[in-house]
Nanobody, 121 residues
């Protein structure tokens, strides 16, 4: 059974860093793409970054370029989102999800429960 569990969120000051983890189970991670998404208060959920089974990276916008990176460790069945130089507008619930395939070009069918990231002084 596909399961994804996010962790690593918390309260951080502007300019700080956090590393989020997405622990996966119920499938072989190296065959699947994993994406990170976020939903800020009062806003719709948006894509952040996605990593394909071949480690190709897809970014869904310009707001996190140069600050966020996505990576995977298939042996540990975990995907990471490294966030640096955080801004208050990065405050959101962050989710990981799988497309159910090797590519980032398909809708995600399986989602975690999310982890809260709050950037504030």
């Amino acid at each position: 059974q596909v399961k994804l569990v996010e962790s690593g969120g918390g309260l951080v000051q502007p300019g700080g860093s956090l590393r989020l983890s997405c622990a996966t189970s119920g499938f072989t991670l190296d065959y699947y793409a994993i994406g990170w998404f976020r939903q800020a208060p009062g806003k719709e959920r948006e894509g952040v970054l996605c990593i394909s089974s071949s480690d190709g990276i897809t970014d869904y916008g310009d707001s996190v370029k140069g600050r966020f990176t996505i990576s995977r460790d298939n042996a540990k069945k975990t995907v990471f989102l490294q966030m640096s130089r955080l801004k208050p507008e990065d405050t959101a619930v962050y989710y990981c999800a799988t497309t159910g395939g090797s590519s980032c070009n398909h809708s995600c069918g399986y989602w975690g429960q999310g982890t809260q990231v709050t950037v504030s002084s």
